[in-house]
């Protein structure tokens, strides 16, 4: 056992859980356990996936624990003569009434309760997803925390919407600092909150949001981390392990709207950023306008496929930044990884479990860990991020 897993206490249940929607929603899984020990439990995790590759430098927590999603969706549906809104009970489509969360903004919050009371006043029903009747199936609300701008999307299962505009105007005379209204129509019988279509019913359809210095547009389908205090530490991390000179091609795969390779781009000479979704990928190139960048490019593609055709072509980088979904690398894409032979990889990832699987096939191929930091990016759950640097280990050829 490493010498940190033995400071860290035997997480035991130490307090009283504080939410009550806690048994049915299922989504704090940690929340009887101090904020410290939380902390402990993630650390011992990392360690116990991670901690044979390099020594896990300690977690960095939250000094305010609370309130952080800057995302947050709520399910709508009728029980009785009541149109309640909340959270889906783990693995069923049971909607659990939830009017505060501990976890999301407050704001975002307020704003689903004045939907919920309007929507009767209106005469407008909520969406029952076994007869596939009635309006409004969700509400997503982001919230640019530094930016003070906040997008509402009403999720509705048909296009046409009665007394539109009155319905707007009651929302935004109790919320006028909401910016921008969506509506997205899904009439798909899914798990999936939002469906293709969408139209702007008030503002500009986006939000704008600070982080690190730059401007980002977020709109709503792409990726954009949730919690803005602990994304600024989880990517200034990336930016200390990647050590730019201002002479380093640089690959952001998994880019989302581009937010890490654009900071990596005022210190590094060429970012390239790839992607799957559109919707992401069309809110990076925006970005790199927004923020007057010139030395990057958006690549829309599966990475791995990206990946294969860079190997081919004899394409070069000096550092890859990956931030790849909960799943981890595909193969394809760590075996063109290892030809290409980067001098450092970033590894940020959001499920130790497959990072760790993934770090077995680099160190077997030429790759040396040679940093490890947790980040908690969602507190009370029991998730956790880290970040790792790799570094090529010297005389290594392309295997
Ligand atoms: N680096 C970004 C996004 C990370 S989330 C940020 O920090 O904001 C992971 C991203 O990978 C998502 O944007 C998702 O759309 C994208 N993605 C998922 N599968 C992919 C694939 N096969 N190829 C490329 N991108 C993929």
Redesign the pocket.
Known sequence: MQANIKKHIKTENDKKPQCPHRKKCGGCQLQNLSYEKQLSFKQVKVIKLLGRYHHVCEIIGMKEPYHYRNKVQAAFGERGKEIISGVYQSSTHNIVPVDNCMIEDQKADEIIVTIRKLLKSFKLRAFNDVTMKGFLRHVLIKRGFASGEIMVVLVTSVMDFPKQPQFINAILERHPEITTIVQNVNNHRTSLVLGEKSRVLYGDGYIEEDLCGLRFRISPK????INPTQ?EILYNKAMEYAEFTGSERVL??????G??GLIASKNAKRVVG????PD?VKDAVTNAELNNVENIDFYC????KFMVRAAQTGEKFDVVIM???RAGA?LDFLRSLVTLLPQKIVY?SCNPETQARDLSFLTRKGYKVKRIQPVDMFPHTEHVETVVLLERCKNEQAK
């Open positions: 792409a990726f954009y981390q994304t952001d795969a998994y880019c989302g709207t937010t890490i790839v992607e799957l979704n992401a593609d599966d990475a791995g931030d790849p979904p595909s940020i």
